[in-house]
C-alpha cells in the first residue's frame, strides 16, 4: 500500500528555516514523480517545488523560487523541502504527494497532471 508521511513543520520566526521530511512506503520511490503542496486557509492547494525523474526536471513556484529546495534521496524513499527565508504567507499545511512520473515537473505542480497520492500533511506556521 502507498504510504507517504510528511514531518518537519512547525513554528518559526519570519526569516527563519525549516526543513520537511517526506517517508515514502509501498512503491519503487525513485520511478515517481514527487511533489510538496501547501494549502493555507481559505485558499486552494498550491503546487510548491516538483521533481519528475522521466525526464529529470524540478519546478518552483514563482513564490518560492530562490527560496524553497526539494530534493530526494532514493536510497532512504525520502523527500524533503528545505525552506529558508521564511515569510508569513508561506504559513499553511504542507502535503508530500508521489505518482509514476511520465512527464515533465511542472505538469504535475500544476495540476495538469493529478498526483493520486498524498501524505497527511505538516503545518507550517511562519510568525513572529
Known amino acids: 500500500q502507498v504510504q507517504l508521511v510528511e514531518s518537519g513543520g512547525g513554528l518559526v520566526q519570519p526569516g527563519g528555516s525549516l526543513r520537511l521530511s517526506c517517508v515514502a512506503s509501498?512503491?519503487?520511490?525513485?520511478?515517481?514523480?514527487i511533489g510538496w503542496f501547501r494549502q493555507a486557509p481559505g485558499k486552494e492547494r498550491e503546487g510548491v517545488s516538483c521533481i519528475a525523474p522521466s525526464d529529470d526536471s524540478t519546478y518552483y513556484a514563482d513564490s518560492v523560487q530562490g527560496r524553497f529546495t526539494i530534493s530526494r534521496d532514493n536510497a532512504k524513499n525520502t523527500m524533503y523541502l528545505q525552506m529558508n527565508d521564511l515569510k508569513p504567507e508561506d504559513t499553511g499545511v504542507y502535503y508530500c504527494?508521489?505518482?509514476?512520473?511520465?512527464?515533465?515537473?511542472?505538469?504535475?505542480?500544476?495540476?495538469?497532471?493529478?498526483?493520486?497520492?498524498w501524505g497527511q500533511g505538516t503545518q507550517v506556521t511562519v510568525s513572529s
Open positions: 509501498g512503491f519503487t520511490f525513485h520511478y515517481y514523480a
Open positions: 504527494a508521489a505518482e509514476p512520473s511520465s512527464s515533465t515537473a511542472y505538469y504535475y505542480c500544476s495540476g495538469y497532471i493529478k498526483f493520486n497520492s
